[in-house]
């Protein structure tokens, strides 16, 4: 079983930045495809950013030019990048892995964006 581990999360005041870093703990973590999701109080988890082991990405559409997503295979590491951070975006981050069926997540870590 596929254990996920994220960290970088805290408190941030509106437009700052936070950096989050998903560690893996699979062998084959290069083919795996991997994400991150949100999940605001009250809200339904959303797809926040993903990366195929091929290095593609996709964004949602809402943190388009303010969200990155990357990974470094050496380090079995997924990182969410996030700039100019909004109160709305308030929320417990989760790390996703998939590959074929098999599907892990994260414990998450919180991001506050508040004053």
């Known amino acids: 079983q596929v254990q996920l581990v994220e960290s970088g999360g805290g408190l941030v005041q509106p437009g700052g930045s936070l950096r989050l870093s998903c560690v893996s703990s699979?062998?084959?973590?290069?083919?795996?495809?991997m994400a991150w999701y949100r999940q605001a109080p009250g809200k339904e988890r959303e797809l926040v950013a993903g990366i195929t082991s091929a290095g593609i990405t996709n964004v949602a559409d809402s943190v388009k030019g303010r969200f990155t997503i990357s990974r470094d295979n050496a380090k079995n590491t997924v990182y969410l990048q996030m700039n100019s951070l909004k109160p709305e975006e308030t929320a417990v981050y989760y790390c996703?892995?998939?590959?074929?069926?098999?599907?892990?997540w994260g414990q998450g870590t919180q991001v506050t964006v508040s004053t």
């Open positions: 996703y892995s998939r590959i074929v069926s098999n599907i892990e």
């Open positions: 699979s062998r084959s973590f290069s083919i795996y495809m």
